[in-house]
């Protein structure tokens, strides 16, 4: 049973471009949540993701957007992107309001 | 709006001790809580986690926790380090009695000594 797999491993783009992250699901979750982890920080939540639709939301900027697929498989887009946005992407999956299981993220450098 | 707060970034322990690691919370309603931790270059392993059902939480590779409504507090505890415990340590908080958006602390980083 494959956990919550995340792509690309490791990215790195220039200040101002866009990037798009990838996550697909633990088999039989419906939920997807993404974090993002700064270094030398703990995660701070993004937002959440239930039946194609953003369920909750942290405190980021419009910058960051999102989708679900029907199949339950999730993308994270960052636009514009600043020195700050440099960070480990954290992609968590859950069957509704149950446990989350955390891939091993998208590790993003913004030069 | 609900906090996590570990004390120490850093704790040192030699192998064989016992690790005490700190997390208070910050919210009129116990929320559910959680240790994780990240291995280098890894996402998250859940240890352990609170659910309002007993105060006494014990979780995966020997580690425990006690939830203290009157302290607010949700420390994890090893009775004896072991070498492969060297990690960080994430205390993450729910914003109410679901699993729902974590809430997560600054971590602590454990380093076990030979």
């Known amino acids: 049973d494959a956990g919550v797999t995340q792509s690309p491993t490791h990215l790195i783009k220039t200040r101002g471009q866009q990037v798009t992250l990838r996550c697909s699901p633990k088999?039989?979750?419906?939920?997807v949540s993404w974090y993002q982890q700064a270094l030398g920080q703990g995660p701070q939540f993004i937002f959440q993701y239930y039946e194609e639709e953003e369920r909750q939301r942290g405190n980021f900027p419009d910058r960051f957007s999102g989708h679900q697929f029907p199949n339950y498989s999730s993308e994270l887009n960052v636009n514009a992107l600043l020195l700050g946005d440099s960070a480990l992407y954290l992609c968590a999956s859950s069957f509704g309001a149950g446990e989350l299981f955390f891939g091993e993220g998208s590790r993003l450098t913004v030069l | 709006a609900q906090s996590v707060t570990q004390l120490g970034s850093h704790v040192s322990v030699s192998e064989g001790a016992l690790v005490l690691l700190r997390c208070n919370y910050s919210s009129s309603v116990p929320p559910y809580l959680f240790w994780y931790v990240q291995y280098p270059n890894q996402g998250l392993q859940l240890l352990l986690k609170?659910?309002?059902?007993?105060?006494l939480v014990k979780g995966i590779n020997g580690f425990e926790a006690e939830f203290k409504k009157s302290e607010t507090s949700f420390h994890l505890t090893k009775p004896s380090a072991h070498m492969s415990d060297a990690a960080e340590y994430f205390c993450?908080?729910?914003?109410?009695?679901?699993?729902?958006?974590?809430?997560f602390g600054q971590g602590t980083i454990l380093t076990v000594h030979p």
């Open positions: 609170y659910t309002s059902a007993a105060t």
């Open positions: 088999s039989g979750h419906d939920t």
């Open positions: 993450a908080a729910s914003g109410g009695t679901s699993y729902g958006k974590l809430t």
